[in-house]
């Protein structure tokens, strides 16, 4: 710096202790930009309905991005939660974390709660159980558990894991077996689980977490069967 070989924005600064925000301010050396390593952070998010998870929207309503204040460093949700669904989402900067939480070949387990129209019998449990065939495509197997009822016999709330990232696939499941979703909540993404933040709030993950998560990243599902030459 005393040798005026460091500029900030273009100004050259030769006053020691001078400062410059990383990942915003153009820091170089002898003209060459200096790479700083970003923190990466792994925040969890309880989204409410009506809010779109991206960073930003062209119908200009809310997303969750505004829902993230204080977070400074660009981060992005991992997956997706519809505009009309709540729960859990993470957000991270981490890139390959991102990308093995949402590829299907990892499986990560997707957990949600569904308030469905009507009651579902077992035969309908066993069909979303097996997978069903949706905009051509069958979805995965499924994990499903309905819940004791309630008062109320017109709907059923039900517990379905699932383990792809399709754009509403839990309501179109549901769609497909004649009992519409009334309302939506993802309760887990693979080991996070946080039945104690308030919808609308948001949190640093812990370290623990962070590693769990990674542990769920990196496995691999089963290798599809060769099929047999008959």
Known sequence: MLEGRVTVNGVTVMELGTKAEPGKDDIRVD?????????????????????????SDPQRRPTVIDLLRGVREYVYPVGRLDYESEGLLLFTNDGDLAAHLTHPSHEVARVYEARVLGVPDAHDLDRLSRGLVIDGRRTAPAEVRLLPRGRDAATATLVITIHEGRNRQVRDMFDAIGHPVEHLKRVAIGPIRDAKLKLGHWRELNEAEVERLKKAGAHKGAAPRARKKK
């Open 31 to 55: 003209g060459r930009r200096v790479k700083v390593v970003e923190q990466h952070r792994y925040l969890l998010l309880n989204k409410p309905r009506g809010y779109v998870t991206t960073r």
